[in-house]
């Protein structure tokens, strides 16, 4: 009696372990592929910042509270983030104009809010607030979208994509456009609508490209012909390609990148982290850190592959396809087959605020697949 009693305490301790971690609500594969790619990409800064623990502390604080988020999201059901779409849309979209009147200044770009004690930035917000915006618009619309349902998201999606590039900020408005745009492919269109927007765009595309600035029309240029100016606009991308290709198989080892620490390659912290992990990590850890992001991004589509309604659906597959598209056009730019648009890498550049931006994503696609019992087809 007595040893049957000891020999169910492990089994009893066990079960309660697994409800109590049930009622956090938390994914736990795609977390721990979370935690894998921070972990990942703290060690790839430790070393691109030659160092630097104040610099690290800052990011690891920035993740703890990012995590913090992503719990509380992920506690929230579905069904409240579509009551809530219109008012956080439309504040964030008053933000937006408000940035552009009395926004702070900083390197050139007017991007950010003061609020006393932080400064803030709603571009990132709008982020999230795209998708569910547009994800609560075509819920209950007939699909494939009609003409007039299309013309509709797209004012929803011109207008702060419009705020953001103005600020300017190429890179976040480009994100900010790509989730719409997701949102409005999965909830599918016609081929002949398809045709047609392309070829609007691309009669457009002289327009746009006379509005662009400066810097950002170099951009473009110096990606076609980066030798065209190897010593100023072209000079990052050349720096980058050479770190990349003296990685090799194996890499030089962590702390011993000949081109991050003698400070050739530029923002190595930021943008251009990939290739300092392609010189010091080669080849090899670079497929890893692929591996880290594809499995996440799997992970993503099964979560959505089990929707049960077209609001979580279109909101879970355009957030998991913005994941992927960023780390694809960061990895892109960096190796040179994309033009730099300032892109960090998720989860492995330094920066606080795209951190805590992506962690609330995730939080909400785990809300998305812990809810899913709960959410009626």
């Given at each position: 009696?007595?040893?049957?009693?000891?020999?169910?305490?492990?089994?009893?301790?066990?079960?309660?372990?697994?409800?109590?971690?049930?009622?956090?609500?938390?994914?736990?594969?795609?977390?721990?592929?979370?935690?894998?790619?921070?972990?990942?990409?703290?060690?790839?800064?430790?070393?691109?910042?030659?160092?630097?623990?104040?610099?690290?502390?800052?990011?690891?604080?920035?993740?703890?509270?990012?995590?913090?988020?992503?719990?509380?999201?992920?506690?929230?059901?579905?069904?409240?983030?579509?009551?809530?779409?219109?008012?956080?849309?439309?504040?964030?979209?008053?933000?937006?104009?408000?940035?552009?009147?009395?926004?702070?200044?900083?390197?050139?770009?007017?991007?950010?809010?003061?609020?006393?004690?932080?400064?803030?930035?709603?571009?990132?917000?709008?982020?999230?607030?795209?998708?569910?915006?547009?994800?609560?618009?075509?819920?209950?619309?007939?699909?494939?979208?009609?003409?007039?349902?299309?013309?509709?998201?797209?004012?929803?999606?011109?207008?702060?994509?419009?705020?953001?590039?103005?600020?300017?900020?190429?890179?976040?408005?480009?994100?900010?456009?790509?989730?719409?745009?997701f949102v409005i492919l999965l909830a599918g269109i016609r081929w002949r609508i398809f045709v047609t927007i392309f070829s609007l765009f691309a009669i457009?595309?002289?327009?746009?490209?006379?509005?662009?600035?400066?810097?950002?029309?170099?951009?473009?240029?110096?990606?076609?012909?980066?030798?065209?100016?190897?010593?100023?606009?072209?000079?990052?991308?050349?720096?980058?390609?050479?770190?990349?290709?003296?990685?090799?198989?194996?890499?030089?080892?962590?702390?011993?990148?000949?081109?991050?620490?003698?400070?050739?390659?530029?923002?190595?912290?930021?943008?251009?982290?990939?290739?300092?992990?392609?010189?010091?990590?080669?080849?090899?850890?670079?497929?890893?850190?692929?591996?880290?992001?594809?499995?996440?991004?799997?992970?993503?589509?099964?979560?959505?592959?089990?929707?049960?309604?077209?609001?979580?659906?279109?909101?879970?597959?355009?957030?998991?396809?913005?994941?992927?598209?960023?780390?694809?056009?960061?990895?892109?730019?960096?190796?040179?087959?994309?033009?730099?648009?300032?892109?960090?890498?998720?989860?492995?550049?330094?920066?606080?605020?795209?951190?805590?931006?992506?962690?609330?994503?995730?939080?909400?696609?785990?809300?998305?697949?812990?809810?899913?019992?709960?959410?009626?087809?």
């Open positions: 009696m007595s040893y049957h009693t000891f020999s169910n305490r492990p089994e009893t301790l066990a079960n309660t372990c697994a409800k109590i971690w049930k009622q956090l609500r938390l994914d736990t594969p795609l977390l721990i592929g979370l935690l894998i790619l921070i972990i990942y990409g703290l060690i790839i800064l430790y070393s691109s910042s030659d160092k630097n623990l104040p610099l690290v502390e800052h990011q690891i604080l920035c993740i703890s509270l990012a995590l913090f988020f992503m719990f509380l999201i992920a506690q929230i059901s579905p069904h409240r983030y579509m009551a809530w779409t219109p008012g956080i849309f439309v504040v964030i979209v008053l933000m937006l104009a408000a940035v552009l009147g009395m926004g702070v200044v900083s390197n050139g770009a007017q991007r950010w809010l003061n609020l006393g004690i932080i400064r803030f930035q709603p571009s990132e917000i709008m982020k999230i607030a795209m998708p569910l915006m547009l994800a609560w618009y075509l819920n209950n619309k007939k699909l494939p979208l009609s003409w007039k349902t299309l013309f509709v998201a797209g004012i929803i999606l011109f207008i702060p994509v419009i705020f953001i590039a103005k600020q300017p900020d190429l890179g976040t408005a480009i994100v900010v456009a790509m989730t719409g745009i457009t595309t002289p327009i746009v490209w006379h509005f662009m600035h400066t810097y950002q029309k170099n951009r473009i240029l110096i990606f076609l012909n980066p030798e065209h100016d190897p010593l100023r606009s072209g000079y990052n991308i050349i720096q980058s390609k050479i770190a990349i290709g003296s990685g090799g198989i194996f890499g030089k080892g962590l702390l011993h990148g000949s081109q991050v620490h003698l400070q050739f390659l530029p923002t190595h912290t930021t943008d251009f982290i990939f290739a300092v992990c392609c010189e010091e990590l080669g080849f090899i850890g670079c497929l890893a850190l692929i591996a880290i992001f594809l499995y996440i991004v799997g992970r993503c589509l099964y979560i959505t592959s089990r929707c049960q309604d077209t609001f979580t659906r279109l909101l879970a597959g355009s957030l998991t396809l913005t994941f992927f598209a960023a780390f694809f056009i960061n990895i892109g730019m960096v190796i040179g087959l994309l033009p730099v648009v300032g892109i960090p890498l998720p989860l492995v550049s330094y920066g606080g605020s795209s951190v805590i931006t992506l962690a609330m994503a995730f939080g909400i696609i785990m809300s998305i697949h812990t809810h899913r019992k709960l959410i009626s087809c």
